[in-house]
């Protein structure tokens, strides 16, 4: 049985602890690897989160290790053009935490049937399938009566019944196109720049220990537990002043 929880752990993971717990392999996809962190960091409570939880919870991640604006791209349908946007962590974060125990009602045919919201445990079975196949996963992993047959009709009102119990869980920004004035609607899933942004921070700091390391053999426990200013500063000593290049990431 999957053990819910209301809100996540405060603590935040430090920035040495992401280069012992973050997935170093980049092949597996931005919500695998999210996920993997969470469970390192949280515990298997993180099993409990409703998507809107894990969202906040990514989001606040990233605030604290990453420290800038949450920048994304988005293409106008219209002309094509590719917009920049922020992504308003503030508002998304301080939206109502969905309570994990919550239930949605929808009617289908002439019965009513109970689907409690989706949690990470079920996200992650249903990972890798189709929009539509996970979607029905979805609706028979979480019905709490007899599953009944739903058309896809019923699928998107199920869909707008669990995004009104977990705000957090869907972030769509609305936009106008820079270039024509088009109105854009922008899907962000916080998995995808959470995980770019901090394969960047890992990059960067895996090359200063690397730096610091062949220059002075200290281990990359001791060069990691330094405060960030003095491990810039030994880099700049023992490079010249050329710190190791390290760009920011985009979400696309």
Do not use: K
């Amino acid at each position: 049985m999957i053990r819910t929880v209301d809100s996540p752990p405060t603590p935040m993971p430090s920035p040495e602890d992401v280069v012992r717990l973050w997935p170093l392999s980049r092949r597996g996809s931005a919500g695998d690897r999210v996920v993997a962190l969470l469970l390192a960091v949280d515990g298997p409570d993180a099993l409990g989160y409703p998507l809107g939880t894990r969202n906040q919870r990514l989001l606040l991640v990233h605030r604290s290790l990453v420290g800038r604006p949450v920048q994304a791209h988005v293409l106008c349908p219209a002309c094509g053009t590719d917009n920049e946007f922020v992504l308003p962590v503030e508002d998304v974060t301080g939206l109502p935490r969905a309570d994990a125990d919550a239930v949605a009602h929808l009617v289908v045919g002439d019965a009513e049937s109970a689907f409690r919201l989706p949690l990470l445990a079920d996200l992650t079975a249903v990972a890798g399938r189709s929009p539509s196949d996970g979607l029905r996963a979805l609706a028979s992993r979480t019905c709490l009566d007899e599953a009944p047959r739903l058309s896809q009709d019923d699928l998107d009102r199920l869909v707008d019944a669990w995004e009104a119990l977990d705000p957090a869980g869907s972030l769509r920004v609305g936009l106008s196109c820079a270039e024509c004035g088009h109105a854009v609607a922008a899907d962000a899933d916080p998995a995808d720049f959470v995980a770019r942004d901090l394969d960047v921070l890992v990059d960067g700091l895996m090359r200063e220990v690397d730096v610091i390391a062949g220059g002075y053999g200290w281990s990359e426990e001791a060069i990691l537990a330094l405060p960030a200013p003095r491990r810039r500063r030994y880099v700049e000593l023992i490079t010249g002043g050329h710190a190791p290049a390290c760009r920011a990431a985009v979400v696309r």
